[in-house]
Every structure is written in structure tokens, then in C-alpha cells.
């Protein structure tokens, strides 16, 4: 038998944001770090074990609910994440998946050439599904849908944080429009109405959006009951394509329900430090705690890397004298309008690599240091630090913060690392000492 659920998601930490919620609702879930090769069963140095007497082991291998396969595909050309995607849904397809979730952000992150419309289109070409919805709510982190138009906390996605962000600034909250911007087939809406209704009042709006040629539908919801009534409502789609909210409503559909066992990871040791290439804001409220309780942390300056100095060993020379006394943080978030100046003298993309590999670099020095507690944030600088360090698979472990769980991943050389890659807004103030404080829980 294979899995249930096969899943794409667009970037690394929106990957374990999803793995968690699936994780939190029961299913057991593995997630893959890019589509592994063809002809490959499973990542040969994951310490994911394949069961062969279990009854959901697939044709290849994997013991699992769910798979997720983590893309770095938000920001890359459309074709490229198309391409990918199309990849990663073969591989989960010869996997046996029932039903295909295709994981964007929270905050539809997006530009009128993609990439959610794109590769949704593309997926649903694939698998010949002529309907699919698309919500990136998740309430506990403060994302809704009403009417159309996306919320992050009290205000509009246009008036949040988003507005600035530097690779896709989201200046329009109506995501019937921004979604119709990036395809070819008509977008709808399903209401909050309807979906107060439930799952039978849901269908039979999908039935009637069909009827009027809509391909694709902007679901409402505003609460977790949202999620659970859409859940059961898409019971029957192949395609379901949202954030991770609606990942909560899914396990049910199959019988599924949450079990505290789930989570478990090995114990944790090794020194402890904080990679941060993001600057979102919740991220640079983070930074700012950690800076204010006197800990080591150095700053990586993008004008620096560009003018040729060996930023990368600067900082591994200054976490080498503090790691003993760690967490130490090597980051790269700025305010707005400091990263505009930088992408002003470097140009957007070319600044966010620069930092991205400076950063990846940091954390193998981290690592070959003997860190192995590690915390990332951001989706791309995690895309940059997961593939730096050879990782193929996560297992998902206990939730630190709303969408972000702690994960061990077997390096390379098969010791274990903990890694958590926090998205950029996602966590608590306190959030790069409180994921260490999990920890010694854990271990208590
Ligand atoms: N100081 C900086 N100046 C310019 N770009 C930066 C700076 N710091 C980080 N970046 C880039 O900004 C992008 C941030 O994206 P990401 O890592 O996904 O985090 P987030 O989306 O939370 O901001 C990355 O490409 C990163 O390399
Ligand atoms: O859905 C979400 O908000 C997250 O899972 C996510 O994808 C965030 O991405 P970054 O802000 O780039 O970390």
C-alpha cells in the first residue's frame, strides 16, 4: 500500500511548518530534501526506516502517512519550479499517494510570473484534475481569509510586513486577484458563508463553480473549524493547494487521528547556534531579544561579502571563541531599510545570494565545529544551510512555536543533527533561546 498523502512544498521551512501540522494531526510523515534521484527508494543516510512489515510501506520504500518533499522553488523562474514540481509529484505519484497537497506560504508569497499559479496549473494539467481550492490560512499564526482578502494578525497582508519583502512584496491582500494575475484558468471563491455551512454546503459550491468554468477557488476561513470543514470537503480532490492550515483538517479524511507519539526524536547534544538570513519581522524582533540578553552574535554585512572579505570566516573565528558559552547567532537581519540600501548597491537577487551562500558556509564551519543544535531562519537562507550540509531528510519532531518544529537530520558523516528552520515570521520573541529550552525539556 502506499502513502496517503504526497506533498510539494515550495520552500524548507514551509516544508516542516506542513510536516508539523500533519505530524500534529497523527500521520506519520518523512520529509525529503528535494526529489530524490530517479530509481532511488529512500535518502541512504536518513535515519528514516522503512519497515518492510508494515502494511503502508511503499513500492519504494518509505513507511509513512506522508511525504513531503521540500523544493526551493518559491523565487526561482516559473519554469524552473514548474519543472521541479512536476518532479517531485512523478516521485510521490510512483509512491502510491492518494491525494497530492501542494504547500505554499502563509502569506501567498508570489509575483504575477509565479510561482503558485504556475505550478498549480501545471499540477493539475499532470494529474488531469480539472478543480482544486486554494487557501494559505493558518489561524494560530494569526494568517486568515475573509472574502477573499488575506489577513496577517490585524491587518491587511498589503499593510503587513509583506509589503516590503525583498524578493516577492505582496501589495495586494486580494488573493482572488493576485491568483488570477498568475493563471490561465478563471479563479473563484469560496466564501465564509459557505464555508460556515460545512462540508456539503462547501461541495456544492465547488459543484457550482465547475458548472461556471472556475479552475481554481480561493477558500475563506478564519478559524481552525474553517480548516477542518474544508478538509472534509476535499476529501475527494486529487489537488488540494494551501499553506499549512489546511493540512489539519486532511489525517481525518483517512480515518487518522492525532497521537502524541508521533513526535519523537533522539536525544540531543553538541554545541548550539543560530543562522539567520531572514528579515522578516518577527525575525528581526528575535535578533533584537537575543542582541538585548548580552549573548554572542555577529553581524554578517552584504557590502562586506561583496567587496571580497571573508565574512564567512570572520564569523566562524568569533563563534569558535563563544560557542562553548553558545547559543551563538551569526545573522544577517536588517530592518527594511537597510536591506533597500543593500539591494540598491547590489542589486535584490545578488544580495540575497551572496548572504544566502555566505551563510550556508557559516553553518558547515558550525557544524565541522561541532554545533549540533542549530537554528535557521528563513526559507531561503534554510534552503541554502539544508543543501550546504548534504541533508536528504528530516524527521519532524515536538513544535517549538506554532508552524515550526524541532527535526533531526543525519549528516553526512551519520552523526545526528537537531535543526530547526523557523519561517521568517513564525516564533515568539524569545524564540533562538526558547528552542533550546524545548530541548533540555525534552531531555528532562
Ligand atoms: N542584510 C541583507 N541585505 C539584503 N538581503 C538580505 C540581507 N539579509 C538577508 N538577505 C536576503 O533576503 C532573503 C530573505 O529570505 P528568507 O531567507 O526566505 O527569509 P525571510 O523571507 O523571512 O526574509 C534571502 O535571500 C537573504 O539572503
Ligand atoms: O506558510 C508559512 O508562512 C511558512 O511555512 C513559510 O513558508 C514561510 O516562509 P519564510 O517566511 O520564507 O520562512
Redesign the pocket.
Known amino acids: 500500500m502506499g502513502i496517503r498523502l504526497g506533498c510539494i512544498a515550495d520552500?524548507f521551512t514551509g516544508a516542516t511548518d506542513l510536516a508539523n501540522n500533519l505530524v500534529r494531526a497523527g500521520m506519520r510523515v518523512v520529509q525529503l530534501i528535494d526529489v530524490p534521484p530517479a530509481g532511488a527508494d529512500r535518502p541512504a543516510d536518513t535515519d528514516i526506516e522503512a519497515d518492510a512489515d508494515t502494511d503502508t510501506d511503499t513500492d519504494l520504500g518509505v513507511d509513512a502517512d506522508a511525504v513531503v518533499i521540500a523544493l526551493k522553488s518559491r523565487t526561482v523562474p516559473a519554469a524552473e519550479a514548474v519543472e521541479t514540481s512536476l518532479r517531485a509529484l512523478a516521485w510521490l505519484r510512483a509512491a502510491g499517494a492518494e491525494q497530492i497537497y501542494f504547500k505554499y506560504c502563509s502569506t501567498f508569497d508570489s509575483t504575477p510570473a509565479g510561482n503558485i499559479g504556475p505550478v498549480t496549473e501545471a499540477l493539475m494539467d499532470a494529474i488531469g484534475a480539472d478543480f482544486t481550492l486554494a487557501t494559505p490560512a493558518f489561524p494560530d499564526n494569526g494568517r486568515t481569509v475573509f472574502k477573499g482578502h488575506l489577513f496577517v494578525g490585524d491587518v491587511l497582508l498589503s499593510e503587513s510586513g509583506m509589503r516590503h519583502?525583498?524578493?516577492t512584496p505582496m501589495t495586494d491582500p486580494n488573493l482572488v486577484s493576485v491568483l488570477g494575475a498568475q493563471t490561465t484558468r478563471p479563479v473563484g471563491l469560496i466564501d465564509h458563508t459557505t464555508v460556515a455551512g460545512g462540508a456539503e454546503a462547501i461541495r456544492a459550491r465547488i459543484d457550482a463553480l465547475r458548472e461556471e468554468g472556475v479552475g481554481i477557488a480561493i477558500a475563506d476561513a478564519v478559524s481552525d473549524d474553517d480548516l477542518l470543514r474544508l478538509g472534509s470537503a476535499v476529501r475527494e480532490l486529487p489537488l488540494v493547494t494551501a499553506g499549512s492550515g489546511l493540512a489539519i483538517g486532511l489525517p481525518a479524511n483517512w480515518g487518522i487521528e492525532p497521537s502524541p507519539a508521533a513526535a519523537q526524536l533522539p536525544p540531543a547534544g553538541g554545541h548550539r547556534a543560530v543562522v539567520s538570513?531572514?528579515?522578516?519581522v518577527a525575525?528581526n524582533r528575535q535578533v533584537q531579544e537575543f542582541l538585548d540578553s548580552g549573548r554572542p552574535a555577529f553581524s554578517v554585512d552584504?557590502l562586506r561579502i561583496a567587496a571580497g572579505e571573508d565574512v564567512a570566516g570572520q564569523a566562524l573565528d568569533f563563534a569558535e571563541k563563544h560557542l562553548a558559552d553558545g547559543p551563538v547567532l551569526v545573522y544577517?537581519?536588517?530592518a527594511p531599510d537597510?536591506?533597500r540600501t543593500?539591494?540598491g548597491r547590489l542589486g535584490a537577487a545578488e544580495?540575497?545570494?551572496l548572504?544566502?551562500r555566505t551563510?550556508a558556509r557559516v553553518a558547515r564551519g558550525l557544524v565541522a565545529r561541532g554545533v549540533r543544535q542549530l537554528v535557521v531562519?528563513?526559507?531561503?537562507?534554510?534552503g541554502a544551510v539544508v543543501q550546504e550540509l548534504g541533508l536528504t531528510g528530516l524527521r519532524i519532531g515536538p513544535q517549538i512555536d506554532p508552524g515550526v518544529p524541532w527535526c533531526a537530520a543525519a549528516l553526512p558523516d551519520g552523526d545526528t543533527l537537531h535543526l530547526t528552520l523557523k519561517?521568517?515570521?513564525f516564533g515568539g520573541p524569545g524564540f533562538f533561546t526558547d528552542a533550546f529550552a524545548l530541548l533540555d525539556e525534552e531531555a528532562s
Open positions: 520552500d519583502h525583498p524578493l538570513g531572514s528579515v522578516s525575525t552584504p544577517s537581519t536588517e537597510t536591506v543593500v539591494q544580495a540575497g545570494e548572504v544566502e551563510l531562519a528563513g526559507g531561503e537562507t534554510s519561517s521568517g515570521n
